[in-house]
């Protein structure tokens, strides 16, 4: 053998017992912790078996595998009736659970992750799962090799029941949270920012989710604002305000407000339930009611009157002997159930705007006018108007002409029946003019004409604009109300002595607008 040989033997040889020393200090390094844990293992079991928690062991090496019997019990197992091995624990893993669970704890006895501690499902003897929170330690060599593993398992499945119904219990206030029909919200009591708002909430202020919102932006006024405030911190809350708040937009509305403050987490909490709708039904209730006191006096009235004077007129014709007298009270007799029948028909004109709808029909101005006019002519007495009439109608008009008919026989019969007695030449100027979707109706004259303080209540109902009147005060409010109902609209002008214009904007129905309401 050469030196060579010799040097390669002696370096391997060397090598060798380095390898054994490592291996007997290892060993050495196993066999004290297999003898600290004989010597302890009673009362380690003793004390694993009187706990609460469930223990567990695995010697790596040897593949030994310690449980407790709390272990065993908290599945509903006795002692012998489940293998104590570590595929046990496998076989019993919730299947939407293995996979997660199995991965952490390899991944923990490899090193690539610091600390083991998990929660998942075991299956119990009944057949039902329990939730257990599981915690282990390692012990590893010098290179970090794990060669052993102990820890705990203890049984949460209460807690993650109630876990459970608590997150049920948030999943449905969120769920009333944000579907809820009223607006709801949290503010900042300090600075008036809007912490969190709901759908509802954010559809009332016309905001999106993610605007910067403070409630300061929506009061009317700052009064409004500091008189809500002084209410809530006084009282600690607020119930059932109707207030008037502000959009982003500007445009106002109506709302029914709650809110309560607290103090300790300067927050305020807030309900909004919008009553634009309620308020104006209300203050329209209120109108028609007034209305209707007023119609019931008035109606009451005027059909009285007529009657009355018939009566009269009656009690005069049986005394009167003369001809000619007798044919004076009858015409007068006559006047008066004209009047009667006139107001008949206009209180019928009320009834039946307010119920039927009839069918949408082609329109042709220049007739309906022509119609208008001939009826008049042959009622009125005296020097007539001259009747100017202009009618642009390149587009055909559909629409209701029962309701057309009221608006233009009212308006053409009051420009004819109140012209000036006064002067030599009076007129009436009649001018339609069409367009796709709307119509335009001027009538314009010369006449009598309205004073000032007298305009802004000719509409309303047994109001008489002119002390020459004889009508029933009810024409130019049914005007406005068979408007209205066609969702059109009316302006008027007027100087005394000067004349009036009346404006009428009307919209057209279309076939499909027909089909939509019926």
């Given at each position: ?16 017992k380095q390898q054994i020393k490592e291996l007997e200090e290892r060993e050495a390094s196993r066999a004290a912790y297999i003898h600290v844990i004989e010597n302890d293992l009673q009362k380690y079991q003793l004390a694993a078996n009187g706990a609460n928690d469930g223990l567990w062991d695995w010697d790596i090496v040897s593949n030994e595998v310690f449980v407790s019997e709390p272990w065993k019990k908290m599945l509903g197992y006795t002692e012998r009736e489940i293998d104590s091995s570590i595929l046990a624990w496998e076989t019993l893993l919730h299947p939407d659970d293995r996979e997660r669970a199995i991965k952490a704890f390899y991944d923990y006895l490899e090193n690539r992750i610091d600390h083991y501690s998990l929660e998942f499902r075991l299956r119990h003897k009944d057949g039902t799962y329990r939730w257990i929170a599981s915690r282990g330690t390692a012990l590893r060599d010098r290179n970090g090799i794990a060669y052993r593993i102990s820890g705990s398992h203890t049984d949460i499945t209460d807690r993650k029941r109630a876990e459970e119904v608590i997150q049920n ?350």
């Amino acid at each position: 053998m050469n030196v060579s040989s010799q040097a390669d033997l002696q370096l391997e040889i060397k090598q060798l017992k380095q390898q054994i020393k490592e291996l007997e200090e290892r060993e050495a390094s196993r066999a004290a912790y297999i003898h600290v844990i004989e010597n302890d293992l009673q009362k380690y079991q003793l004390a694993a078996n009187g706990a609460n928690d469930g223990l567990w062991d695995w010697d790596i090496v040897s593949n030994e595998v310690f449980v407790s019997e709390p272990w065993k019990k908290m599945l509903g197992y006795t002692e012998r009736e489940i293998d104590s091995s570590i595929l046990a624990w496998e076989t019993l893993l919730h299947p939407d659970d293995r996979e997660r669970a199995i991965k952490a704890f390899y991944d923990y006895l490899e090193n690539r992750i610091d600390h083991y501690s998990l929660e998942f499902r075991l299956r119990h003897k009944d057949g039902t799962y329990r939730w257990i929170a599981s915690r282990g330690t390692a012990l590893r060599d010098r290179n970090g090799i794990a060669y052993r593993i102990s820890g705990s398992h203890t049984d949460i499945t209460d807690r993650k029941r109630a876990e459970e119904v608590i997150q049920n219990s948030i999943n449905k206030y969120r769920n009333l949270f944000q579907n809820s029909l009223v607006g709801m919200f949290r503010t900042a009591a300090d600075t008036g920012e809007i912490l969190e708002a709901n759908a509802k909430a954010l559809e009332l202020f016309n905001a999106s989710e993610g605007d910067k919102l403070y409630t300061t932006n929506f009061y009317t006024s700052e009064t409004q604002r500091l008189e809500m405030m002084e209410k809530l911190l006084s009282h600690g809350k607020v119930e059932n305000e109707e207030m008037l708040l502000k959009r982003n937009d500007g445009t106002t509305f109506w709302v029914n407000y709650s809110s309560v403050y607290y103090p300790k987490e300067n927050r305020i909490e807030a309900v909004l339930k919008d009553i634009t709708d309620t308020k104006q039904n209300f203050e329209e209730l209120q109108k028609v009611n007034f209305e209707l006191d007023n119609f019931v006096y008035h109606a009451s009235h005027d059909l009285r009157s007529p009657l009355r004077s018939i009566l009269g007129l009656i009690h005069l014709l049986r005394s009167e002997t003369d001809p000619s007298g007798r044919e004076k009270i009858i015409e007068m007799i006559e006047g008066s159930i004209h009047r009667l029948d006139s107001l008949v028909v206009d209180l019928l004109s009320i009834s039946r705007n307010n119920r039927v709808n009839d069918p949408k029909v082609s329109i042709n101005f220049l007739t309906e006018i022509n119609n208008t006019l001939t009826s008049f002519y042959t009622a009125e007495e005296g020097p007539m108007p001259e009747i100017l009439t202009r009618v642009y109608q390149p587009y055909e008009f559909r629409s209701d002409l029962t309701r057309i008919r009221i608006v233009m026989n009212n308006i053409i019969s009051n420009a004819i029946k109140y012209r000036s007695r006064e002067k030599d030449y009076t007129y009436v100027e009649i001018v339609v003019k069409v367009e796709k979707e709307k119509v335009t109706i001027t009538v314009s004259d010369n006449g009598e004409g309205i004073s000032e303080e007298k305009l802004e209540n000719i509409f309303e109902m047994f109001y008489r604009a002119s002390e020459s009147s004889e009508g029933s005060g009810l024409g130019l409010y049914i005007v406005k109300n068979v408007i209205d109902k066609m969702k059109g609209d009316i302006k008027v002008e007027s100087k005394v002595s000067e004349g009036t214009r009346f404006t009428v904007v009307l919209p057209a129905y279309s076939e499909e607008d027909e089909e939509t309401n019926a």
